[in-house]
Structure formats: C-alpha cells, structure tokens
C-alpha cells in the first residue's frame, strides 16, 4: 500500500521560514511524482498553491515555494504571515493515474 | 470566473445510493478533466476519482477504496460533472469535493465548496 508522509505538525514564528516535506514509502520523490500542494483552513475547501513539484497558480503568494527536496517534495514558506496558519496537504500522482494524499501538516504561526 | 458548485448530498442511509453533481461554469468545460476529492470528518483529504477530457477518451480513473461502487461521468453539453455512489457504507461520511483538472496538462486548481454527505441509519 501507497503511504505518502508528511509531518504532523509544525510551528513558526512570524515572519520566519518554514518547510514542509512529503515523502513516499515507494522512494524518492522525483518530478515525476507532479507533487501538488494544499492549503486548507477551517470550515474552508482547500486551495491549490502549487502544481507539478513547483509550478504555482496565479493566487499563490510568492512566499510559498514548492521544490524537491533530499528525495521528498517540499513547500516552504519564507516571511511567513498569521493567515498562513492551515493545514497543508500533498498530493502524489502514482504512474499518473492513482492520486494519493499526505496526511497533513498542520501549521501553527506563533 | 470559474465556478464550481456541488449539490446532491445530505443524509442517506447505508445500501443506498446518491448521485452528486457539479456544475461547472466559466470555462470551456469539455476542455477540461475533472476531479473528485472526499474529506472526512476531521479527517485528512481522500482522492476519489477524475474523468478526462473527451480529447483523451473521456474515460476515468479511481482510487482502489471506491473503486466498483463509485462511478464518475460527464455531460459536456450541460457543464456538470457527476460522482454516482453506490451501496454507502458508514465510511463514506464526509465532504464531497470537485476541482477542474488532475489529468495531463489540466492540473488541479479550482475547488468547489463541497457538499455535506451523512451516512447513517
């Protein structure tokens, strides 16, 4: 079974940088994996910020970025804000048909 | 501006059947694969299934937890999308989303609101 990690939460102060990683139990993230991130707050419907490892969306800020990172995929936030504060999801494509999500990361602005 | 709207949930009980829908306006929605997403009560986000566009078949993909008693369709004539859901069990509870995208060069961007399924007797 397909296991995608992220870590359960993680905290930042204002104006720091944070990132968040993704791993899969089947190796090494590559580009290959299209990794898509989300942003989800509460009683919200989540948002795309980034699309194939990197690619961002025209309403994703310039503070969130998403690379490859030591064989995970990543998203990092630098000057981070209080409305930052969400949960954030990834998404791997499997052989670019089976779609499987993270568990979360829910991040804390404090 | 792309919009899109679920409707079609509420609370039904185990063994039936619902039909959700998504109507899609906006965009030139047969350009365009589709994506359902379901989220648990406090639960992290489930994929659930796309259907391509009519350029690539239209045929559709799902994830292995629903697969046979889900099935996703379109009706490029009339914008919507649709997610059949047979024999509800307990565990599928939760809030039923679509997106625009999730296959080849469409990928995911805008989400619906969701709508609310409830599973219970």
């Known amino acids: 079974q397909t296991v995608v990690t992220q870590e359960p939460s993680l905290t930042v102060s204002p104006g720091g940088t944070v990132t968040l990683t993704c791993a899969s139990n089947?190796?090494?993230?590559?580009?290959?994996?299209?990794a898509n991130w989300f942003q989800q707050k509460p009683g919200q419907a989540p948002r795309t910020l980034i699309y194939?490892?990197?690619n961002k969306h025209s309403w994703t800020p310039a503070r969130f970025s998403g690379s490859l990172l030591g064989g995970k995929a990543a998203l990092t936030l630098s000057g981070v804000q209080p409305e930052d504060e969400a949960d954030y999801y990834c998404l791997l494509y499997y052989s670019g048909t089976q779609l499987v999500f993270g568990g979360g990361t829910k991040l804390t602005v404090l | 501006e792309v919009r899109l709207v679920e409707s079609g949930g509420g609370l039904e009980q185990p063994g039936r059947s619902l039909r959700l829908s998504c109507s899609a306006s906006?965009?030139?929605?047969?350009?365009?694969?589709m994506s359902w997403f379901r989220q648990a009560p406090g639960k992290a986000l489930e994929w659930v299934g796309f259907i391509r566009s009519q350029a690539y078949g239209g045929t559709t993909e799902y994830a292995a937890s629903v697969k046979g008693r889900f099935t996703i369709s379109r009706d490029d004539s009339k914008n919507f999308a649709y997610l059949q859901v047979n024999s509800l069990k307990a565990e599928d509870t939760g809030v039923y989303y679509c997106t625009r995208g999730g296959y080849g060069n469409n990928a995911l961007d805008y989400w619906g609101q969701g709508t609310l399924v409830t599973v219970s007797s």
């Open positions: 089947t190796g090494a993230v590559t580009s290959r994996y299209y």
């Open positions: 194939s490892t990197s």
């Open positions: 906006g965009f030139t929605f047969g350009d365009y694969a």
